[in-house]
């Protein structure tokens, strides 16, 4: 259950658009169903993340997005933390989405550089937190007998919180029916 709806959000991720901008001159290219038209150094486009990779591993594109500030970690993990236990604080649109880029980026940048090392494992650490006090914050609401919003849930939590909810629930009803008979 949990992991096809992970997979249907990963297949949805790595063909999700994103803006790159060109490093060196990219000649059109052709492959199934996918045109991309030529783009001269500086330039930008926009195409699936499966392929931007391809074109930032060959050195020709570099993402138009940085990712997520050191600002908007200390921000975010600040929320995470300090937040009243039952309440979710809204995150930044496509976060899970903009991590990944982001240690993407930095793992590539930093690999010499202990710095940048040193700033990455910061990163994944903050991450880290985060990630647990969402995930003690999901258990709760979908532990809860009553249909809580999922309004602050990012994709890759809702499926979580769906999947666990009917899980919780289930389980709920087997042991009530245990007491009635």
Do not use: C
């Not at 783009?39 to 570099?62: H, K, P, Q, T």
């Not at 908007?72 to 300090?82: C, K, L, M």
């Not at 937190?129 to 602050?152: F, P």
Request: proline letters at 3%; glycine letters at 6%; charged letters at 25%.
């Amino acid at each position: 259950m949990l992991t096809s709806s992970i997979d249907a959000i990963s297949f949805e991720f790595v063909n999700k658009p994103v803006r790159l901008v060109a490093t060196r001159k990219i000649s059109r290219i052709e492959t199934a169903g996918l045109i991309v038209e030529e783009v001269e150094a500086g330039g930008d486009l926009s195409i699936n993340l499966w392929l931007a990779w391809e074109l930032m591993e060959a050195g020709l594109a570099r993402l138009a997005d940085d990712g997520i500030s050191g600002e908007e970690w200390t921000q975010i993990h600040y929320r995470e933390r300090f937040q009243p236990i039952g309440q979710l604080s809204p995150l930044p649109d496509s976060f899970y989405s903009r991590v990944h880029l982001t240690f993407n980026r930095e793992k590539k940048r930093g690999s010499n550089n202990s710095s940048r090392l040193s700033q990455l494992n910061r990163m994944q650490g903050m991450f880290r937190d985060i990630v647990e006090s969402r995930i003690v914050k999901i258990v709760r609401l979908a532990s809860a007998e009553a249909v809580s919003s999922s309004r602050s849930l990012q994709p890759e939590e809702a499926a979580l919180y769906r999947d666990l909810q009917a899980l919780i629930s289930s389980w709920r009803k087997a042991l009530r029916r245990l007491g009635e008979g």
